[in-house]
């Protein structure tokens, strides 16, 4: 439903002086109902009266456009005035070259057909393309609102160095896979940026690592560009590393200072303690052709070893599995460009009695404009 205050075009504002409205008996003001389903589905009679309305306007001829648009302008119910408002909102929308009249000899259907009869075949290069989101930390210690560690600059040669090689595969590679394709190796570059002071750092950026690996494996591109998307992320891993150790190094400058120095030094040992679980971690699921998500037990044996960063109870680190598990569902299905599979989707159950009601109130205005036409 579009609710808007409109002036009528001067072709309609000049029926409004036809008749006397002394003589015409009106309907009375009318509240229509609604109801909403959960967040996003909301039922309205109104909005079902005003399709009906606009569709029956739109079917007129002139002189019977005229007519009706003047008998609803003079009405005291609101809803009648808001039928006017959206006709004539909905007139210029679709129309591409401002406002026009429609007349009995050309239907609006028809032109509306013609306007979208543009002999355009939708295929893999101009389809709508959605980019792979990014996933949130899964914070193990239950904290909310948390915003991961950025220090110093931030990388502007490797972004360029993607951007320009994306650009350069618009013709090439299928919208949508070159959405999933740069936009996974984009992410894990946007969390190379993070400093990692927990286990969950380090398994978040992990994780974003192996999802971009598995686009440049999955899709069909060409041989040199997956090799060059590799380089880009073996390049994003090797700067979050040495950006980590700017990162302690500079907040050792601070150790001996008496209001942060207790928080540097604890920055400094989460830090350092991050920063070898990763190394280990990047050449155990190397060594082992692993994915992340099926490594447990390499998780939790490398945390023996590094006990600063245990930090949460043994369950949390299933659930954080499980978290990343559901979110590589997602990217899967994208992958195979089933990112709006109907199935997924539950049918709300309608209420079609409001809807009816909206259309009943519709054909008791149509009948009452036919009978104030007649006359």
Avoid: C, W
């Avoid at 589905?41 to 007129?60: N, P, R, T, V, W």
């Amino acid at each position: 439903m579009i609710d808007t205050q409109t002036t009528p075009t001067s072709n309609s504002a000049s029926l409004l002086k036809s008749k006397n409205p002394t003589t015409e008996k009106l309907l009375s003001t009318t509240t229509l109902p609604s109801l909403t389903i959960g967040q996003d589905i909301h039922i309205s009679a109104e909005a079902q009266y005003l399709f009906e309305m606009d569709k029956y306007l739109m079917g007129l001829g002139r002189a019977e456009l005229d007519s009706a648009l003047n008998y609803l302008m003079r009405s005291e119910d609101p809803l009648q005035k808001k039928a006017v408002d959206y006709f004539i909102t909905n007139k210029e929308a679709r129309t591409l070259n401002g406002p026009v009249a429609f007349s009995g000899a050309t239907r609006p259907e028809e032109s509306e057909r013609r306007l979208l009869d543009t002999g355009l075949v939708i295929n893999e290069f101009n389809e709508i393309a959605l980019r792979p989101s990014g996933v949130s930390v899964f914070r193990l210690d239950g904290k909310t609102g948390f915003v991961p560690v950025q220090f110093g600059g931030y990388n502007q040669a490797l972004k360029d160095e993607i951007d320009a090689l994306e650009k350069s595969m618009v013709d090439v590679i299928g919208n949508q896979d070159r959405a999933n394709l740069f936009g996974s190796v984009k992410n894990a570059l946007i969390y190379s940026e993070n400093i990692m002071l927990s286990f969950d750092d380090v398994l978040h950026f992990n994780y974003a690592t192996e999802k971009a690996r598995k686009a440049i494996n999955f899709l069909n591109a060409p041989e040199e560009i997956k090799s060059r998307l590799s380089e880009i992320l073996d390049k994003g891993v090797q700067y979050q590393n040495q950006k980590q150790t700017a990162a302690l190094n500079d907040s050792k400058k601070f150790l001996g200072n008496s209001q942060v120095g207790s928080i540097a030094n604890e920055n400094i040992r989460l830090g350092v303690a991050a920063q070898r679980y990763n190394s280990q971690l990047q050449n155990a699921l190397v060594n082992s052709n692993l994915s992340i998500l099926d490594s447990r037990e390499l998780l939790n044996q490398l945390l023996m070893n590094n006990s600063d960063l245990i930090r949460f109870t043994p369950e949390k680190l299933d659930e954080s599995i499980v978290y990343y598990k559901n979110d590589y569902e997602n990217f899967e299905r994208a992958l195979n460009k089933e990112i709006s599979t109907p199935s997924t989707l539950k049918t709300p159950e309608l209420d079609r009695g409001i809807l009816e009601e909206g259309s009943n109130y519709a054909m008791k205005v149509i009948q009452s404009i036919q009978n104030y036409a007649s006359k």
